[in-house]
């Protein structure tokens, strides 16, 4: 897998969503497009799920060797 460890932080605020997540990703894998998938597939997901807005989604991303 391209993601070697995730963590997921949810708030709820007026009946809007705040999502926070790190992920570590192994060496060779482009950051910013494993973020950028990551961050349309929560959103699209959570808002199905629960009908409510993700008004925030912010990511951490860090690198580590070339396998975790």
């Known amino acids: 897998s ?3 460890s995730s963590d997921l932080f949810v708030s709820v605020k007026n009946n809007k969503i ?3 997540f790190h992920i570590i ?3 060779g894998v482009s ?3 494993v ?3 990551l961050m349309e597939s929560v959103k699209y997901r959570v808002e199905e799920f629960t ?3 993700v008004e925030r989604i912010r990511s951490e ?3 580590v ?3 975790c």
Request: include cysteine; glycine fraction near 4%; charged fraction near 35%.
């Open 2 to 4: 391209d993601v070697c």
């Open 18 to 20: 705040t999502i926070d």
């Open 25 to 27: 990703v192994s060496y």
């Open 31 to 33: 950051i910013s497009t």
């Open 35 to 37: 973020a950028s998938n």
């Open 51 to 53: 009908s409510l807005e």
């Open 61 to 63: 991303e860090r690198r």
């Open 65 to 67: 060797g070339k396998e």
